[in-house]
């Protein structure tokens, strides 16, 4: 059974960092590009950065030169370092895996606020 598995989320105040991570479980992990969704309460889930097999990297403008992705094949997981956060950041973030076929994450929320 495929699962993955996020954690990191909680309260962060503006100006501050949180670091989320995702667990993977089920998955040959290497063979997926791997992502970070969110959506905020109201909006729509949208893409927040993402990262390939490969390693290449790719970020919503909002977020660029503050947040960091990263995978660590070896453990099996895939993290993103949230910096500088704003209010707007606020919302559930997902984890997301995809290769021939795509999973989710359950969530974790993130609020920004003081």
């Known amino acids: 059974q495929v699962q993955l598995v996020e954690s990191g989320g909680g309260l962060v105040q503006p100006g501050g960092s949180l670091r989320l991570s995702c667990a993977a479980f089920g998955i040959i992990f290497s063979e997926y590009d791997m992502a970070w969704y969110r959506r905020a309460a109201g909006g729509q889930r949208e893409l927040v950065a993402g990262i390939s097999t490969e390693g290449n990297t790719k970020y919503r403008d909002a977020v660029k030169g503050r947040f960091t992705i990263s995978r660590d094949d070896a453990k099996d997981t895939v993290s993103m370092q949230m910096n500088m956060v704003k209010t707007e950041d606020t919302a559930i973030y997902y984890c997301?895996?995809?290769?021939?076929?795509?999973?989710w994450g359950q969530g974790t929320q993130v609020t920004v606020s003081s």
């Open positions: 997301f895996a995809t290769d021939d076929k795509y999973y």
